[in-house]
């Protein structure tokens, strides 16, 4: 009876501690996704503006934001931002140019145009945007206290 | 799904790279296997989800964090293809029934859909309308009309469904008009739309997709048909006759004991075959028959009813010339007495 009583409490203890980290976290990560839609202006001409959809159509060009924050008082180093592609969308660049990727689901990373695909007829071809399964942001400097910053890729709707 | 090879074995493509700066730089390149997708697109109804992670160190560890996650929903886009898989024009001839002309309808939309055909045979541009009879689903999908196997088309009681990709063959039965002649052409068209809707690309019906988002009308316009051709092969047939005179006297002056050669040219000219033509001519007045004197094709025949084509009844001959494919003549002659 004790030792269950025992494990039960370790359980909740353990929890407890599971809770705190997370409360403890000085790191603020948010994931936001807008689309872009042509519209035409009063004088007829076009222009591209950005919503926040809930519903898309294959072809749709899709703007990725990752926002970080350091809400903390310590410096955060070392700080890796990863962001595996929803399946159904194909990468389409990220707008610093800094990122690695990986094609083969976060094995291997490295520069997209190092990376080769094996074609299903044996052939080999350099890997291209849709093949991109996941990005990577390697941020070399520390974050700083209160430091923030976004990171953005587009991606197109399979 | 996907698979690595090993960082350090040499890909077939490098082997015959010399340059060793090429080398290392394939030699430590990933490799991953392609993967097919949907022509159509990504499936209606798929959540895309997205979440961010970051890793970094505090003094205490390392720490992973994830982001909130964002989730948007893909629509249904509604298209469809419509071709005619008959090689060229479909042969009929006038008055002929049960013309076949074969279609396929494709759903390039991203979602299952369902497809209303209408068959039209009165379209412009061509020398007859075709009567429309029934269409008919490739039911036991072999690409061959079944007469009585593949199912009757009913409008609104059995549109094909299709999935993203699919098609179906579906044939338009025909017959055509007695009136036509030889080298007329007549088109049947098949129309295809979508029963969620159509119209211009863009155009959004809410909530009606599958997988509970919007159906958006895709750049097809939800709606797709195409022509098939009848091209009419008849055979017509000419025939002439002309007769030559020659008197006992050296002449061709027509008195008694002269000697009428008649010759009957049947020309067949259009397309196709003339079937079971037979010639007969009923021997004039005045005339007597000469006995075996009938030859087809310049082969002499005899008068009884035999294994030849041809006899002589006492008082008409009559040659069967069979089936005579256009382009062709069949000569017929036979003498008389005059009298």
Redesign the interface.
Known sequence: VIKRHFTKFAAVALALIGVSAQAATPLQLSSDVFVEKQVTRKDGSRTVVLEKPNLVLPGDNLVFVVKYRNTGTATASNFVVTNPLPSAVAFNGTSDGLEIVSIDGGANWGILGAMRVKQADGTVRAAEHRDVTHIKWNLNQPLTAGAEGKLIFRGVVK | ?????N?FQR???ARFIRSGLSYV??A???????T???A???LAG?D????????????SG??T??????R????E?LDVTVVTTDPGDITTAPGATGNVQTFRVTNTG?GEEAFRLTGNTVVGGDDFDPALTQIVLDTNGNGIYDAGVDTVYVAGSNDPVLQPDQSRIVFVITSTPVTVINGNRGTSNLLAVAVTGSGAPGTSFAGAGQGG??A?VGTTGADADANSFLAVQAASLALVKSATIVDPFGGNRPVPGAIITYSLVATISGAGTLNNLVITDPIPANVTYQTGSLTHEAATLTDAVDADVGNFNGTRISVAAGNVPAGQTRTVTFRTIIQ
């Open positions: 799904m996907m698979t690595n090879q960082a890909p077939e493509s730089a394939l430590f390149a990933s490799l991953a296997v392609a097919p997708a949907f159509a697109g990504t798929t895309i989800d997205n979440v961010a992670e970051a890793t970094y160190d505090t003094p390392p720490v964090i994830q982001s909130n996650m964002v948007i929903k893909v629509d886009l991203n988002g919007n958006v």
